[in-house]
């Protein structure tokens, strides 16, 4: 049975594609706890004793703004992290599949239009710099490699857009919600992902592959859409990203277009509409009973 060995098992993506090839392959799943892939050490070690066919880098430092004052722990974990990795996987004859993200590219195209693989990147924060040079990397060490560029995840673990809304939206309900409207994107559900990144293990494939949801929106659209699916009423305004300022710049649009996938005939990516009531049919009161705050009794 084929032996993967999936790094950062704990965030989002990680615990998607754990929970999806778990069902079929030999899977050693770790977090920053086990394996943290800073370390080359660590890594080389790790990889060495598992000899994993494949490995699935989902680790990163994604926390976009906080990448702007932490950028030192953001270049070691978006760019030593797959650097290390990709040096394991030559030694051992491992495949390395890594995650990387809409933000290596500056959103300066005019929207609908959408990033293919090989447009210029240029990344306007310290994450998307991290990341592109994590790419880089691991371009620079091997091209037995799949880089996935994603965008706008979301899933049932950790931290993302649509958990953070909707805590919102069940908890305060009278605070009025201001959401960016002129940011585009495609919203990508983390189990979809895990699904294609199963895809892809039993193919020769190699090199940078886009993979978010078909269509896009912006996060206002995108909140409206998830307020209607759950049947919930809140107060939303949209707004600009002026009206909106982060201490990370964002990229206008953000939209990628599975060029490469579709091409070779291997894309599982759907309509991110149809996903995100997929996802709400799913996980839609595990979510809100996650996120509803617990009010105890005042004392007697
Ligand atoms: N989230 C998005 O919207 C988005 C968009 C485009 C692309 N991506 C890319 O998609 C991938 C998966 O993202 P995600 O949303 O699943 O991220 P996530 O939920 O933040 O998960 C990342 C995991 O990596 C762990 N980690 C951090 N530093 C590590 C280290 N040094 N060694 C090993 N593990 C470490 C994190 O642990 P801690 O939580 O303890 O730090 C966390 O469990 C990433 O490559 C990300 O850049 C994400």
Redesign the pocket.
Known sequence: MMKILI?????????DCAAVLRNKYDVTA????E?????ASTVDAAVLSLQPEIIV???????VDACESQAEAAW???TD?PANLAAAAVKTGARLI??????VFDGKKPVPEAYIESDPTHPVSV?GKS?LAGEERIMGKTDNFIIL???????L?????IRTILGKVLNEPQTRLRIVNDQYGSP?W?YR?AMQIDRLLTTSARGVYHASSEGYCTWYDLTKALIKALDLSAQVTPCTTEEYPTPAARPRNSILENKHLKSEDLNVMRNWQSDLQEFIKTHGHELTASLTRKTTGAPS
Do not use: E, M, P
Not at 30 to 33: H, K, L, Q, T
Not at 98 to 103: G, V
Not at 149 to 155: D, I, V
């Open positions: 790094t950062g098992a704990k965030g989002q993506l990680g615990q770790v977090d920053v706890d394996l943290d892939i800073v370390s880098n989902c680790a990163a430092f994604t926390l070691q974990v978006n992290g890594h995650i990387s993200t809409d933000y994450y990341k560029r994603t965008a706008w995840l979301y899933g673990n950790g931290k993302n857009f990508t983390s992902l």
